[in-house]
């Protein structure tokens, strides 16, 4: 049976009242920087990805700098981030169509992003959210967990839940709701054992009364 519109509202007051506006973990200065450290996030930990970045961002902070890395020079520079091979090749690929096409900057619509060699759906919401003030949800494995496992918003693909959320979230709140769901799935609503005992939801939550 799924939950009432007033114990969704009762979630995300909690959500608010516990979380607050919350700010991205991922370290950067530009947009630019925070496109690639987005895509290099994709199945690697924030910490990493900060770590990398770090080492790289001060000299090649810009797709033309980027660019004089090559192919082997940027695989190089972030390896340790997992799948480091697509990753680079999305990114020079990337570079390439900022410094052609949109004078070295990263455009400004979700359309336009997702364009973007290793731009995917994802993280064009969590960039225009970020950079451009629009509302938007990026559904990550933390945010599609939780959201599925509070009832919150059902789906069986990333996009069903964030439409579910679109429906269930006031518009104002979703960019720092994809935060709160992602900070709960990380620290609380783990993938494997789920710490219920510590959570402010779980009077609410289906799938810890069971």
Request: with cysteine; hydrophobic share 40%.
């Amino acid at each position: 049976m799924a939950i009432s519109k007033k114990v969704k509202d009762e979630m995300l007051q909690r959500f608010q009242d516990q979380y607050g506006i919350m700010k991205p973990a991922l370290h950067y200065n530009s947009p630019f920087e925070l496109m690639i450290a987005v895509i290099l996030s994709a199945q690697c930990t924030d910490e990493r990805v900060n770590i990398v970045t770090a080492g790289m961002f001060p000299e090649y902070n810009t797709p033309e700098k980027m660019l004089t890395l090559g192919l082997e020079g940027l695989e190089e520079k972030i390896r340790t981030c997992g799948l480091y091979h697509s990753k680079a090749k999305n990114i020079l690929a990337n570079c390439a169509i900022l410094c052609e096409k949109y004078h070295g900057e990263v455009p400004q619509t979700f359309d336009e992003l997702v364009k973007l060699p290793g731009v995917g759906r994802k993280t064009a919401n969590v960039l225009v959210s970020i950079l451009f003030d629009t509302p938007a949800i990026a559904v990550d494995t933390h945010v599609f967990r939780v959201s599925n496992r509070l009832q919150l918003a059902e789906g069986k693909t990333p996009l069903e839940v964030e439409k579910g959320l679109q429906k269930a979230i006031p518009k104002e709140w979703w960019s720092r709701a994809h935060h709160w769901l992602i900070w709960h799935g990380r620290r609380v609503c783990k993938a494997r054992k789920p710490l219920c005992d510590n959570c402010f939801l779980a009077d609410l939550c289906p799938s810890c009364q069971k």
